[in-house]
């Protein structure tokens, strides 16, 4: 051995040490914040068990909810790949055919999204519409598996799979496997029960998309949820559970579609296969990315659609002809009519254009059909914005109204103030603005879910193991520019993500371009001793991510539920604290009774009778009445007046004086006492008291 290779190798050798004494020291610190889930991991898989695991009628409900949601990928991508045929995009050596595949289907899933929507506005919600879209889907798909098999025919032979790569695919395999197992569970997610299951199933009652009275989440863009009412509309015709479970599993689909898509990326830019799985993994293997994909939320779809955005922005920056942009506007569209927060996202577009044109003698030409596309983009997403602003006055109500104003029962300025406020508590930085600073710290190893002071989920060590490896191969500049792109359009989404709501969720569509970024960097280092120790170190603190979703995934315990062992009724009961009382209110009150409802997290899906409940500040109506009351029959009274015959209420801190939120600071303790006697009079009253315990009451007022 020469010299300076004797060098390289000792230097190579030292490098690797260093990385995994850094490496260890951050997931050791990861480990340490774990204590109410990873730690606890031994004596959270015993929840798994304790009955039966199987049973007919709810293995059946999962079979069919299964069914219905491969049906509607299928449509996706039949749907899609017909539409994609228009757009004229020449093939490069080298492209792949995965990302052509999950393109295809991503158009598929924006274009039917949108007819959901239009078919909403005609009051045709109804299983014959949702058979007719899914039909014309699957005869589209069978015209598009003709050119599947050419594309097949096409492709490069695959390398053989290393020893380490299938490692890798086992990991990944198991993080959507938690996730798939737990999204055909009922749902329990907070904002599942609020809106994203609740109004698709409202919207189903009503027959159309029309606002739902005291539900804001009504006048939200709602282009995943779309996809539960098509999914709930097609189960629905077997039974309601297989309607919940072919939602639950339709929003779980973009999980593995975005997983799909950072590998295709990372290939397509000649990372290798080892580096472009550990990609996938990094990914795979983030405890939110986990609950996200189990719950029926909808940040995963707005991951996918922003990762493949980026990805046509970046073969137009190669080559600035019209199909990649047109295609950039597509998923541009389809991730607003998903969240407003896109709008940071076509923040950084705009500036990627503006630079991609700077110094070309066509300039003007360039930076025209750019901001063409974020144009299209805008039309793409418009009906939601457009139905928004028709109905209230602002296309971004219930948002931003001391800016904007808009005007829609059950909502104004002062409830839009403080909604933002509320926003801006995550995270803690408002109180402590060095938290600015160590955000990547704190959300990446001490971040908890349910604590909005720590970000409301975790995103795990290995992100934060690989940055100064991308930080390295930047300021080195020896990156391609599609990374760079791909980083640039992460960073600025992480700088908006910082002086705005610090909810890990809403980082999502970061990481699959910070992942494909650090595997891209990490093939840039020269040494092979140091290369693989940045690979060892990223699995090991993946399999780490992997097991606190295990702890998850394990404190909900949805393998029975799923399996038909445990009934639908015993799992909501386990996971919901309140559930036992709508299940006795749907049981044993009239049909037409009307149930108001008091800081019950406004979950309107599990309760089958009309109610009352404010949005998100859900005593406002009570604080308002309770002040303008003497007594208690006068507070009777003006419950009377809302048109019900039941109150609900968690009360459990509503009568502490220091934590309740129906006091009021600027009056005199005695005054505010007095006032809380009144409520509490009502509240568990004995004359009017149904049914109480030490956190929830049920009092009959008429």
């Known amino acids: 051995m020469s010299s300076n290779a004797a060098e390289n190798t000792e230097g190579g050798s030292g490098n690797a040490v260093l990385v995994a004494i850094f490496a260890a020291a951050l997931i050791v610190v990861f480990i340490a914040f774990r204590s109410s889930d990873l730690l606890r991991l031994p004596t959270l898989l015993g929840n798994l068990g304790g009955g039966p695991l199987f049973g007919g009628e709810g293995f059946l409900g ?33 492209d792949s055919h995965v990302l052509e595949l999950v393109r295809n289907i991503g158009v598929g899933a924006v274009v039917t999204s949108l007819i959901w929507f239009f078919l909403g506005l005609a009051g045709s919600y109804s299983s014959v519409a949702a058979i007719v879209v899914t039909v014309t889907g699957l005869v589209l798909a069978g015209l598009g598996l003709v050119r599947a098999r050419e594309a097949k025919a096409e492709s490069r032979t695959p390398e053989p799979a290393a020893g380490i790569d299938r490692i890798i695919l086992l990991m990944i395999a198991a993080c959507l496997f938690l996730a798939f197992v737990a999204s055909l569970a009922p749902p329990i997610a907070k904002d599942t029960l609020l809106y994203h299951f609740s109004v698709p199933k409202a919207f189903i009652a009503q027959h159309s998309n029309a606002f739902i009275e005291g539900n804001i989440a009504s006048y939200l863009a709602l282009g995943t949820e779309m996809h539960a009412l098509w999914a709930m509309l097609l189960g629905n015709i077997v039974s309601p559970r297989a309607g919940e479970a072919a939602a639950g599993v339709t929003t779980f689909l973009f999980f593995p579609l975005l997983l799909a898509a950072v590998f295709g990326w990372a290939r397509e830019l000649n990372i290798s296969r080892s580096w472009s799985l550990a990609a996938v993994l990094m990914v795979a293997a983030i405890p939110t990315a986990f609950h996200v994909a189990s719950s029926g939320y909808t940040d995963l779809s707005l991951a996918l659609y922003i990762s493949l955005a980026v990805y046509s922005l970046c073969r137009w920056w190669r080559t600035p002809v019209i199909a990649p942009l047109v295609f950039a506007a597509i998923f541009l569209g389809g991730a607003l009519a998903v969240k407003l927060t896109t709008l940071f996202v076509i923040a950084a577009f705009a500036l990627i ?16 059909t750019g901001f063409g596309a974020l144009l299209l983009a805008g ?91 991308l930080i390295w191969a930047l300021w080195r500049r020896r ?40 595997a891209a960097s990490a093939e840039k280092v020269g040494e092979l001793a140091t290369r693989r120790a940045w690979m060892y170190v990223a699995i090991a603190a ?12 394990s404190q909900k315990a949805p393998l029975r539920v799923v399996l038909g062992g445990e009934t639908r009724d015993q799992y909501l009961a386990r996971n919901l604290d309140y559930y036992p009382f709508y299940r006795a209110i749907n049981q044993d009150t009239a049909t037409d009774a009307k149930i108001w409802l008091i800081n019950m997290r406004r979950d309107t899906y599990n309760i089958d009778r009309a ?51 129906l006091v009021d600071d600027k009056k005199p303790r005695a005054e505010n006492e007095a006032k809380l006697k009144i409520a509490k009079d009502l509240i568990l009253g004995p004359a009017d008291l149904v049914w109480a315990d030490n956190k929830f009451s049920l009092i009959k007022v008429f």
């Open 479 to 518: 990156l391609a520019p599609e990374v760079v792109i791909a980083a640039g359009v992460a960073g600025v989404i992480y700088l908006f993500w910082l002086f705005s709501s610090q909810q890990m969720r809403y980082l999502l569509p970061l990481v699959p371009l910070l992942a494909i970024a650090i």
């Open 379 to 469: 039309v793409i997403a418009s009906p939601w914005y457009l139905r928004n602003w028709s109905a209230t006055g602002s296309p971004v109500f219930p948002f931003y109204m001391s800016i904007w104003k808009g005007e829609a029962k059950g909502w104004d300025v002062e409830r839009s103030n403080l909604f933002q406020g509320m926003n801006s508590q995550y995270g803690g930085a408002a109180e402590q603005p060095v938290n600015y600073l160590t955000a990547p710290l704190r959300l990446s190893l001490a971040a908890q879910p349910e604590d909005a002071n720590l970000y409301d989920g975790v995103l795990g060590a290995a992100f934060l193991i690989g940055l100064p490896l």
């Open 611 to 661: 109610v009352v409940s404010d949005y998100l500040f859900e005593d406002w109506t009570l604080r308002k009445m309770l002040w303008e009351s003497r007594n208690t029959q006068e507070l009777k009274g003006k419950a009377s007046s809302l048109g019900v015959q039941y109150v609900l209420t968690r009360h459990d801190f509503i009568f502490d004086y220091d934590r309740s939120s």
């Open 542 to 553: 993946s399999a780490f991510g992997i097991l606190t979703s295990a702890a998850w995934f």
């Open 353 to 368: 254009i503006l630079l991609r044109g700077r110094g070309e003698v066509k300039a003007g030409k360039i930076v025209l």
């Open 62 to 94: 999962t079979l069919v909810g299964s069914l219905v949601a491969g049906l509607i990928l299928v449509s996706w991508f039949g749907t899609g790949t017909f539409i994609s045929s228009f757009i004229k995009v020449e093939r490069r050596d080298g």
